[in-house]
């Protein structure tokens, strides 16, 4: 009977098969990848499709970044003075007099 209870155990606790990705879905994995790799390398993401030059250049992916780190400063900036900004205030308004 451990036997048979073992094994039902073994059926009842099995992970499902594995999800196997499609060889499309396999090549855009990897074309983000490697596009990762090339804009953090200071290298531009192109390609030509339909006569038309596409993707990410460096230039447009810094810019992103930086505004990107613009807005998280500004965040913590924010953070950082809220505590004060009733005193500041009062304060500005004192020295007004």
Same mark, same amino acid.
Request: glycine letters at 4%; zero cysteines.
């Given at each position: ?22 060889? =499309?879905?396999?090549?855009? %994995? ?5 596009? &990762? @790799?090339?804009? !953090? ?22 810019? =992103?970044?930086?505004?990107? %780190? ?5 965040? &913590? @900036?924010?953070? !950082? ?17």
């Amino acid at each position: 009977m451990g036997a048979l209870r073992a094994a039902q155990w073994q059926y009842d606790n099995q992970l499902p098969p594995p999800v196997s990705e499609s060889a =499309a879905e396999e090549a855009e %994995a990897r074309w983000f990848d490697d596009g &990762i @790799a090339e804009l !953090l390398a200071r290298r531009n993401v192109v390609f030509q499709r339909n006569f038309h030059q596409r993707g990410v250049t460096y230039e447009r992916f810094a810019q =992103a970044v930086d505004e990107f %780190a613009m807005g998280q400063l500004e965040e &913590i @900036a924010r953070q !950082l003075l809220t505590p004060f900004a009733k005193e500041a205030v009062l304060a500005q308004a004192e020295d007004a007099e």
